[in-house]
Structures are given as C-alpha cells and as structure tokens.
C-alpha cells in the first residue's frame, strides 16, 4: 500500500476530498496538520504532527524527527502548504519540484520577471515598496496592485489614478503584512491592467510535458476594483486554436520555472493580442471546484493528484458532458447567519449540488480583504450555456443573510 504524507491546511476546502480519495484508492495518508489547524472528528485522521506551515525552519526538522517511517510522497492541498511540502520532498530524497521552482511560481513579481526572461506576453510591472507612489505609476493606468503571495483575489486591487494608486498601495500593503508574517521582502507588484475575457488551466505535468485536463471559462466580466472569482465553466467555448495557445505557454512558463511535474492550476487574460498569462500554481483548481472534473473525467482534482503521486492511471480522455462551478460570493464583509432558499437551489434542472461551506457565526468578507467563499454551486449538463445558466438561476434561489459588521 502506497504511504503518503499529506500536509492540511487550516480551512482548507479539499481536505475531506483528498481523504476520501486516499481511501477509494487503498493509499495511507499520513496527516501533518497547520499549527493552528485541528482536523474534524469525523475526518477519521489524527493528524500526526502540527507545524506552522508558514516557518519552515521550524517545521522542516519537526516533521523530520516525527516522521519514523518512510513515505512514497509529500503533498499540500493547497497553497498554504506547498513550498514546506517541496522542502520535505528534497530533504526526503522524493522526486517532484524543487523549492526553489514552487517559489517562483508563488510570488507574483517572480513570475512577471520570469515571463519578461522568456518573452512571454505580460504587461509592464514593477516592484514597488509602500512609499514608492511615483514609480507605482510607471506602467501607465489603469493599474493592479498585487501582494505578492497573497490567492484567491485577495490583496487585488484596480486603480485608475494616483489618488487610487496611493489608497490601493496602503490597502494591499496592510493586507499582505497580515496575511504573511513569513513575507522576506516589503514590496508589491504593481502592473498594468489586462483588459480581456479570463479563463483558467488544469492539467498535470510529466517530464515537462503537459496534458490538459480541463479549460475553464470565467463568464463574469473581471475589471476590477476588486477581482473576486464566481463562475468557472468547462469545456471552454474559446476557439481551439486559442487554447492550443493557452497550453503552449503554460507548459513553457512551466519548463523555465523547472516545475516539470504535477497538476497545475493557470490563469489567463485572452485578448486581440493573444494569450497573458497571469499566473501558475502547482496545484488543482482551489477551493471544491476539482469536483467539476468527476463529471468531465469521471474523478475529482483530489484523486487526480494522489494517483499521479504514487503512479495510478490517470484519466484518458474527457466525456461529451459540460460542467460548472460557481464559488458563492460574499456579499458583503460581516457575520454570516446563514443561507435560505438551499432545497429550491438543489432541485433545479442541471444543478448537482450546492454545498455551503462557511459556518453561522463566522466572520466573512469580499475580496480584497477576505480570501474564502460561502459555498460551492456546481451544475452539469450537455452544453457550457446550460451548465452556466443553472449556476445562475441556483445563486439567483438563494437568499444569503449576513448581519454588517457596526462601524465605529
């Protein structure tokens, strides 16, 4: 029996998803929990160790010395975890992408840089600390502000002028300060606007070759200020000859980052003048959204990444089905009570399910301050437009109530 360790983060989505994978495929996971991080009950895995993610230093010999038989591979399930696992892999003497390459993918201003090395599209950007307005504007507006390490649309933010540029900076900056206190350098990407339609890329890297598992289309226009992310849908309704393009730069990003293996996640801006990728992460698709792949390829993100892993076929070829996920977007920042109208969602035409993942109580927020969702919408059917309108009709059913947080 494949023995693998697998590194779950606090509040990460896909956690049951992988366990459940892990045991469809007869594999034993070894849990290693974030510091902060206590795994459910009912989960039925005791995490082995807990470490801050987030310090390596501490957690690298940590896991080390608490690890007292061997594993066949390390993995994350999300990007709170990738860099450590890279880290234990190469101490572990285990094949997959070294840290150095899993950190050039995760800081944004790397990853420009790279692609500026290659001659890849990208737009003009610069690396700017939080008094640095005047070079900020270097690029020309519009303009984006980007922590560097920051996911899922948080510390993002669109400004058309000066007076936004400077509110962007001191926003953003705050943010990322908060979120990383790992962060070894004060500085942001700020780069010019990408106008055009975005779509995303999951596929899994062998040798540096890559194969295609799904082109995501994102229907809802993303021009910002903020970019929170909604509806992904798939296959693409992109020309062919566009998502041949997608893959090519993808897989070059990739090769000169010397991430050569594993699934990976692209995003992308499409427009008159091509392709612009935005950014690569060596993982799936965030969130719960991979299930969409269990009706396209008939398995989940959560599988396809533990049989590439320990070396299981993976899936051949996609079905004729559509398939889409919509992230349930959070209104407004607050306390969220709940959500009404769930049994009319689910038992609209094409819907396969809505699961709502953020607990009564819990404190929420939009981009560019908050980084999760209050749930997953995901449809099925024969047609991208079906599939897309279902997710839309679900979210129109729903009825989200979040009490506003009171001002001082």
Not at 53 to 67: K, S, T
Not at 275 to 286: C, K, S
């Amino acid at each position: 029996m494949p023995r693998l360790l697998l590194l779950l983060p606090a509040a990460g989505y896909a956690n049951r998803d992988f366990v459940a994978a892990a045991a469809r495929l007869n594999i034993e996971l070894v849990a290693c929990a974030d510091y902060c991080h206590r795994l459910a009950p009912d989960w039925g895995l005791p995490p082995l160790m807990s470490v801050p993610f987030d310090q390596p230093d501490i957690a690298l010999p940590q896991v080390l010395c608490e690890l007292k038989q061997p594993v066949d591979a390390v993995l994350a399930t999300d990007d709170h975890g990738l860099l450590l696992a890279a880290q234990l892999r190469e101490a572990l003497g285990l094949p997959g992408n070294p840290p150095e390459a899993v950190a050039t993918l995760a800081d944004k201003l790397r990853f420009r840089q790279l692609q500026r090395a290659i001659g890849l599209p990208h737009p003009s950007f610069v690396g700017v600390g939080p008094d640095a307005i005047e070079a900020a504007a270097e690029p020309g507006f519009p303009l984006v502000v980007k922590a560097r390490r920051l996911n899922a649309s948080r510390g993002v933010i669109r400004a058309d002028d000066a007076d936004q540029l400077a509110r962007a900076i001191k926003q953003v900056q705050r943010i990322q300060a908060i979120a990383q206190r790992d962060i070894d350098a004060p500085q942001l990407l700020v780069e010019a606007f990408i106008p055009g339609v975005e779509v995303a890329l999951d596929g899994v890297l062998n040798q540096g070759r890559l194969t295609v598992l799904a082109v995501f289309d994102k229907p809802d226009p993303l021009d910002g200020p903020y970019f929170e992310e909604t509806l992904f849908v798939t296959p693409s309704r992109l020309p062919e000859a566009i998502q041949r393009e997608l893959a090519a730069a993808t897989e070059r990003a990739c090769a000169a980052a010397a991430v050569t293996d594993g699934v990976i996640h692209a995003e992308a801006r499409i427009n008159d003048a091509g392709v612009w990728l935005l950014e690569i992460a060596p993982r799936g698709i965030g969130g719960l959204c991979g299930r969409v792949l269990a009706a396209t390829l008939g398995m989940d993100t959560a599988e396809i990444v533990l049989r590439h892993a320990v070396g299981l076929p993976l899936p051949t070829r996609s079905n004729q089905a559509a398939a889409g996920v919509m992230m349930i977007p959070i209104p407004d920042s607050g306390i969220f009570h709940g959500v009404d109208g769930l049994a009319l969602a689910r038992e609209l035409p094409h819907i396969s399910g809505v699961e709502i993942t953020a607990s009564p109580g819990q404190l929420v927020a939009p981009p560019p301050e908050g980084a999760g969702y209050l749930g997953f919408i995901f449809s099925r059917a024969a047609t991208p437009a079906e599939a897309e309108a279902a997710l839309r009709a679900a979210h129109s059913a729903l009825a989200i109530r979040i009490q506003p947080l009171v001002k001082p």
